[in-house]
């Protein structure tokens, strides 16, 4: 089915799954929305509006959210696991309009900090129907939680079962609560590793007896309602088989808590970590196979165990968002580096940088780019995207084939960058953190602004 091809390392300075296209400034279809396309004139058009025409008005770095597309990936979620609670992962990203799609599309919302419950309100979103994250949750802020009404808080140490039990026995109510717990299984792209136990922050470890204790001691408390286990196994999998692992052990579990405890639980989050395509070494599975495939690890296990079916839930965040965006530059300079054995790479400095896209640097992620503004005549020419900060590790995309006349002024497209782009950006440098705009049917509308350098100045108070 689908993967990820590995690398298996580099042929010259290029690794060896990119390939020289045939065509420069075509687009890969794969990478970008359904609605982007180039004209005659190489001009690149998302969601029916003129990228260059876009950029004239708002400036680069911008990112450009084709409103269509995130909310067809959206529905492709909900309607694929029908039956299922389906939460977008607001740390993928998240401004008031995103919130008010997801909640549109049917989809409930799941926040993991103050601020992210902060944007869903302000959004209008229906308490009921956003789920609150996080391994450390202060009492101001699960207080806040309960008295807004958050459908479930998935609680993620002991300390915050007793918090979170005493805040809502003080507000006179009972808490529906999620216990986030650790399978022993890490997955990443194709391949997922299963231990006995694990050494990371969050959750309950199921192998060490935590988990099982955690949920005895939510179940000691009144103003506590146990509605489910929560596991969440990684990042950009293409690959059921890591949940296959977790959900026979997160099932086990739900089993023995019914049969020992007397307690069924009605409900199971299966977590998020579907991958999306940055380039083509990548092949995401449609929602609709990963439905049924996860459906089906679900179903066999229960009946393996004589239990029934709990009401499931998953919170994709990247697979929405992550291929609706893609981020807007403008070329500055372009450098020619001799590297060893007389080869060359072309290097491509850009207008943003690792203050709005930091996954290069901080995950060695892959991403793939394209000139936006023009069409070329010139031979392809290996190059790297960079920015402008003042780090040498400041690289937007390692290795792509851009046009060999590229220069100043030309315009950069790279797709498959609304999740964790804009939401992880910094001020690095004292950057401002570009806009966000969202187009649809030949309309473009800024839903997150530019930052001024009022901005940046309104928090130094000297
Ligand atoms: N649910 C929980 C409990 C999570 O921790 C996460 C992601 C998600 C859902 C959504 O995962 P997604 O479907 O978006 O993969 N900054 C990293 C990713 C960190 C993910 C953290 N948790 C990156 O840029 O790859």
């Known amino acids: 089915m689908s993967g990820h091809v590995s690398p298996g390392g580099f042929t010259g300075t290029s690794p060896v799954w990119l390939r020289e296209p045939e065509d420069v400034n075509a687009l890969v279809p794969a990478l970008w929305p359904a609605s982007a396309s180039k004209d005659d004139d190489g001009v690149l058009h998302v969601g029916g509006v003129s990228v260059p025409d876009l ?58 900090s103050n601020g992210e419950l902060t944007v869903a309100l302000r959004a209008g979103v229906d308490p009921a129907r956003i789920g609150y994250h996080g391994n450390n949750k202060t009492a101001m802020e699960l207080r806040r939680a309960v008295h807004a009404g958050v459908g479930r808080i998935i609680v993620d140490s002991f300390q915050e079962v007793e918090r979170l039990a005493d805040v809502a026995r003080q507000l006179g109510t009972t808490q529906a609560v999620m216990v986030r717990v650790t399978a022993g299984v890490e997955a990443h792209t ?6 006995a136990h694990e050494d990371q922050k969050f959750g309950f470890s ?31 999998i293409f690959d059921t088989s890591g949940w296959e692992v977790a959900g026979r052990r997160v099932l086990a579990l739900h089993a023995h808590v019914a049969s020992e405890l007397g307690h069924v639980m009605p409900e199971l989050d299966l977590g998020g970590g579907f991958g999306i395509a940055y380039t083509t070494q990548d092949d995401p599975a449609e929602p609709s196979l990963l439905a049924e495939q996860i459906t089906r690890i679900v179903t066999g296990e229960c009946a393996a165990l004589g239990i029934d079916v709990p009401h499931l839930s998953i919170e994709p965040g990247r697979a929405i968002v992550g291929p609706a965006m893609c981020t807007v530059y403008t070329v500055g300079t372009v450098k020619e580096v001799e590297l060893d054995a007389g080869a060359s790479r072309t290097y491509v400095s850009v207008d943003g940088g690792m203050s709005d896209n930091i996954r290069t640097a901080l995950y060695d992620a892959d991403y793939s780019c394209t000139l936006a503004s023009r069409a070329s005549t010139a031979p392809p020419v290996l190059a790297r995207v960079v920015g402008k900060h003042c780090e040498s590790g400041d690289i937007v995309v390692k290795d792509e084939f851009l046009p ?37 049917d030949g309309q473009a509308r800024v839903v997150v602004r530019r930052e001024t350098e009022d901005d940046l100045l309104a928090t130094d108070i000297g």
């Open 404 to 440: 060999g006349d590229i220069g100043p002024g030309d315009l950069v497209a790279v797709p498959a960058t609304g999740a964790y782009g804009r939401s992880m950006a910094s001020n690095y440098n004292h950057a401002l953190r570009p806009p966000v705009v969202a187009v649809r």
């Open 206 to 236: 199921i192998s060490s007896g935590a988990a099982l204790e955690a949920v005895q001691m939510v179940l000691a408390h009144d103003s506590l309602d146990l509605r489910g286990l929560h596991s969440h196994i990684g990042s950009q």
């Open 55 to 112: 950029v004239a008005n708002v400036n680069t770095p911008a990112f450009v959210l084709d409103e269509g597309e995130f909310r067809a990936r959206a529905q492709a979620f909900r309607d694929a696991f029908s039956g299922y609670d389906v939460y977008y992962a607001g740390k993928a990203f998240l401004c008031t309009a995103v919130a008010r799609w997801v909640a549109e599309e049917g989809l409930c919302l799941d926040v993991c």
């Open 190 to 195: 194709h391949e997922f590793i299963a231990t």
